[in-house]
């Protein structure tokens, strides 16, 4: 009797591990015990303080410290971002394009413009809503601050080289600001100074976030 094709739905592996799926499986839970409070230079900002999750790739992260859950190499990057009301990244720019998705009920705001110290437009995104921004164009985004609880954001980037360029481009108010505090970026997108207290700030924006949902 001729056997008829399976249904590899109906499969059980026989071995435990994830063979060959290994180093390619984020988990959510773990991933939450690997935050990073200080990923940029204007993380320490006043309604810019966030946590950073590096996923795939290093997402442009400026702090060398950055552990992504899966270092395995991708054409993209995918991160995650955490913040209250009020919070987002500081106004910015790349040369590759960059992706967000609110995941929580939560409105973000979004906001852009042609040239460093300027403002042209902006939209509101909800949940599941998504919005691409093109290399070069500045942008910024925040939680909006009459929401309530913590937010998350979803991120998918182009693969640029680790600390091989400038990366991201801070608008100049935001770079002085982030000087005043005592942080700064080299040439080659790397932070290269901080605080005495560096480590005590990015307790207390830990601490104030949370590593839990």
Request: glycine content about 8%.
């Amino acid at each position: 009797m001729v056997r008829g094709p399976v249904d590899p739905r109906e499969q059980r592996p026989e071995r435990q591990d994830l063979g060959a799926m290994a180093g390619r499986v984020s988990r959510f839970r773990e991933m939450l015990g690997r935050p990073s409070p200080m990923m940029f230079i204007d993380s320490p900002l006043p309604h810019h303080q966030r946590l950073n999750y590096a996923v795939i790739g290093d997402t442009a992260s400026e702090n060398p410290s950055f552990a992504p859950m899966i270092t395995l190499p991708h054409r993209f990057q995918i991160g995650m971002v955490k913040a209250e009301p009020g919070n987002g990244p500081a106004y910015h720019t790349h040369d590759y394009v960059e992706c967000f998705m609110p995941l929580t009920e939560h409105r973000w705001r979004f906001y852009w413009g042609e040239h460093e110290d300027r403002v042209d437009g902006e939209t509101v995104l909800e949940k599941w809503d998504f919005i691409s921004l093109p290399p070069r164009l500045w942008r910024g985004f925040e939680v909006l601050p009459d929401e309530t609880g913590t937010a998350w954001l979803s991120a998918v980037l182009d693969p640029p080289d680790a600390f091989a360029f400038k990366d991201p481009y801070w608008s100049p108010y935001v770079v002085r600001a982030a000087a005043d505090m005592g942080y700064e970026a080299d040439d080659a997108g790397k932070m290269v100074r901080t605080p005495d207290d560096h480590q005590e700030r990015e307790q207390q924006v830990l601490e104030r976030i949370g590593s839990r949902e």
